[in-house]
């Protein structure tokens, strides 16, 4: 039987849920630099840098440490889909894979 803990994508699945759930920001298929802030707990910049990360560069390569978005308008708004979200947790896990899972570390 395949628990959460043994699927990447369901793990990461998880943790989102979890995170959406602290920063009160719920499911959606898409989500606002600020809203991605607030489950990842960094400053808004700290998003927009990560979403920069993610574009190619001049080899036609992309940064794992990176975060796809999309830009709305003309503006420097942008949108993070669900996906994206999820594809990041499974790439970027590496602090539970070295200090396991704390979450009551994080209970109010």
């Known amino acids: 039987m395949t628990t959460a803990t043994d699927n990447p994508k369901q793990r990461a699945e998880s943790h989102l849920s979890w995170a959406t759930g602290l920063a009160n920001v719920g499911k959606k298929p898409a989500y606002r630099v600020s809203e ?13 840098k990560l979403c920069d990360m993610w574009e190619p560069d001049s080899a036609n390569e992309r940064d794992a440490r990176g975060l796809d978005s999309y830009r709305i308008g003309l503006g420097e708004h942008r949108r993070i889909p669900y996906e994206a979200l999820i594809d990041w947790f499974t790439r970027n896990n590496s602090y539970e894979r070295q200090y396991g899972e704390q979450q009551e570390l994080f209970k109010l």
């Open 36 to 48: 991605v802030a607030a489950i990842l707990n960094v400053h808004f910049n700290t998003v927009k």
